[in-house]
């Protein structure tokens, strides 16, 4: 079975908490503090598999996470680090946010492999926060949650040449002409239901890979039949061979084959629509009307397209054809067809962007770096207060709130925390 589109959980672990601890020895009068730090929690790598070629796996296991770090403990022992998370893919394989639908990675070269979610860090252990005026914190930060995220998996194949044209046109039969591969091939206009790959060798040398690409029909763009579960696969190709069937046999017109089938590249993609394109006139041994094969070259040339006529069935022509899309082929560079965004990822620096909006009579703290400080906090504990207050005060967020004209009495919530203001 062939599976190229999947979604799946995938979390990276959390990190440990820091300890909260007293040193406590015989003869030591007075033993400070000495929590250790929680470890980091495992990140979530996806890796190239090069003995996979589908991600049927993904169709029975759709939930991924990787290990949490350990809690820290007393005498300044850390906790253990969670394992990295390794997940092997195809190559050829994208990762999409299946929300977003944001590109985070595109995995398309041999042992490449991608850092997806980050892993939460550990949190300090009361050792971190002894001062000469603190000398015994009660206090110690949680770990931060890892990542998480719903994934889409796309592997769109990796061919040079992708063959596009309408069912029973001749494409399975180039195909096999052309290449090893064995796709099914019978007289039906049903369309073929996966890919095909294939690799030729020219008598010079060169080799190639080819894709006949199924399920393209009028309507595809829009999800018509298989259309737009495999147009995904053109976007890989360096050039495509537009199998056009010029027979006349089965009553179709070549033109209007033409025109729609690059219609439902063009509402796929505007890059996609301006590929190299060349038009390959099949079935010529049995072509009943020399015009329509006039009325197909007179388009190639409007388009400054070239064209080829050929019978993928007698072979006839194929070679010449064959030589030239291996010509072709070496003035066509291997451009990144993927666009990936840079990602912004979080340093051992807090983000200092917060918000501050004033939400049924409460001052409603949000953003990163105040949530962070404020699960570094223990509630209950004053010299943990004094220590949220200095942050606040380091961030701006107390003097902001003056700003705004926060009195005495006012409610200020800061996650699911709600504090008194006292000037």
Same mark, same amino acid.
């Given at each position: 079975?062939?599976?190229?589109?999947?979604?799946?959980?995938?979390?990276?672990?959390?990190?440990? @908490?820091?300890? =909260?601890? +007293? #040193?406590?020895? $015989?003869?030591?009068? !007075?033993?400070?503090?000495?929590? &250790?730090? %929680? *470890?980091?929690?495992?990140?979530?790598?996806?890796?190239?598999?090069?003995?996979? @070629?589908?991600? =049927?796996? +993904? #169709?029975?296991? $759709?939930?991924?996470? !990787?290990?949490?770090?350990?809690? &820290?403990? %007393? *005498?300044?022992?850390?906790?253990?680090?969670?394992?990295?998370?390794?997940?092997?893919?195809?190559?050829?394989?994208?990762?999409?946010?299946?929300?977003?639908?944001?590109?985070?990675?595109?995995?398309?070269?041999? *042992?490449?492999?991608?850092?997806?979610?980050?892993?939460?860090?550990?949190?300090?252990?009361?050792?971190?926060?002894?001062?000469?005026?603190?000398?015994?914190?009660?206090?110690?930060q949680d770990g931060e949650n890892g990542e998480e995220r719903e994934l889409i998996l796309e592997l769109k194949l990796?061919?040079?040449?992708?063959?596009?044209?309408?069912?029973?046109?001749?494409?399975?039969?180039?195909?096999?002409?052309?290449?090893?591969?064995?796709?099914?091939?019978?007289?039906?206009?049903?369309?073929?239901?996966?890919?095909?790959?294939?690799?030729?060798?020219?008598?010079?040398?060169?080799?190639?890979?080819?894709?006949?690409?199924?399920?393209?029909?009028?309507?595809?763009?829009?999800?018509?039949?298989?259309?737009?579960?495999?147009?995904?696969?053109?976007?890989?190709?360096?050039?495509?061979?537009?199998?056009?069937?010029?027979?006349?046999?089965?009553?179709?017109?070549?033109?209007?084959?033409?025109?729609?089938?690059?219609?439902?590249?063009?509402?796929?993609?505007?890059?996609?629509?301006?590929?190299?394109?060349?038009?390959?006139?099949?079935?010529?041994?049995?072509?009943?009307?020399?015009?329509?094969?006039?009325?197909?070259?007179?388009?190639?040339?409007?388009?400054?397209?070239?064209?080829?006529?050929?019978?993928?069935?007698?072979?006839?022509?194929?070679?010449?054809?064959?030589?030239?899309?291996?010509?072709?082929?070496?003035?066509l560079p291997k451009e990144n067809l993927v666009e990936i965004k840079d990602r912004k990822v979080y340093t051992l620096?807090?983000?200092?962007?917060?918000?501050?909006?004033?939400?049924?009579?409460?001052?409603?703290?949000?953003?990163?770096?105040?949530?962070?400080?404020?699960?570094?906090?223990?509630?209950?504990?004053?010299?943990?207060?004094?220590?949220?207050?200095?942050?606040?005060?380091?961030?701006?967020?107390?003097?902001?709130?003056?700003?705004?004209?926060?009195?005495?009495?006012?409610?200020?919530?800061?996650?699911?925390?709600?504090?008194?203001?006292?000037?």
């Amino acid at each position: 079975m062939f599976t190229d589109y999947v979604k799946i959980y995938a979390k990276a672990g959390n990190g440990g @908490n820091g300890a =909260i601890s +007293f #040193r406590r020895e $015989k003869y030591v009068a !007075a033993g400070g503090p000495d929590g &250790g730090d %929680g *470890g980091r929690g495992g990140n979530v790598y996806f890796e190239v598999d090069p003995d996979s @070629n589908t991600l =049927i796996d +993904f #169709r029975y296991r $759709k939930k991924f996470k !990787a290990e949490s770090g350990k809690n &820290g403990e %007393g *005498g300044h022992r850390f906790g253990k680090s969670g394992e990295d998370l390794y997940i092997k893919v195809p190559i050829g394989t994208i990762v999409r946010d299946a929300n977003t639908k944001e590109i985070l990675a595109d995995l398309s070269e041999p *042992g490449q492999k991608a850092l997806i979610l980050k892993g939460g860090r550990g949190g300090k252990g009361n050792a971190h926060f002894a001062t000469s005026t603190r000398q015994a914190p009660r206090f110690a930060q949680d770990g931060e949650n890892g990542e998480e995220r719903e994934l889409i998996l796309e592997l769109k194949l990796l061919a040079d040449v992708g063959l596009i044209g309408f069912p029973n046109v001749g494409k399975s039969t180039f195909l096999s002409m052309t290449t090893s591969a064995t796709p099914k091939i019978a007289d039906y206009h049903f369309t073929t239901l996966q890919p095909n790959l294939g690799v030729v060798k020219t008598d010079y040398g060169d080799s190639f890979v080819i894709a006949d690409i199924p399920g393209i029909i009028e309507g595809a763009s829009e999800g018509t039949g298989l259309g737009l579960q495999f147009l995904r696969h053109i976007e890989r190709t360096r050039l495509l061979l537009h199998v056009i069937d010029v027979s006349g046999s089965e009553g179709r017109n070549p033109v209007e084959d033409f025109y729609t089938i690059n219609n439902e590249l063009k509402n796929y993609s505007e890059k996609l629509s301006k590929r190299k394109q060349i038009i390959v006139a099949n079935k010529i041994d049995i072509m009943q009307d020399e015009s329509l094969y006039k009325e197909l070259e007179k388009v190639a040339k409007e388009n400054n397209m070239e064209i080829f006529k050929i019978s993928a069935a007698t072979n006839t022509g194929v070679s010449e054809l064959i030589k030239h899309v291996a010509e072709v082929l070496k003035t066509l560079p291997k451009e990144n067809l993927v666009e990936i965004k840079d990602r912004k990822v979080y340093t051992l620096k807090d983000d200092d962007e917060y918000t501050i909006e004033k939400e049924d009579g409460m001052f409603v703290i949000k953003g990163e770096a105040v949530e962070r400080v404020m699960r570094r906090v223990n509630i209950a504990d004053n010299e943990s207060l004094y220590y949220f207050q200095r942050s606040l005060d380091e961030l701006g967020v107390n003097q902001k709130l003056k700003e705004m004209g926060i009195k005495d009495g006012d409610i200020v919530k800061i996650c699911d925390y709600e504090l008194e203001w006292e000037d």
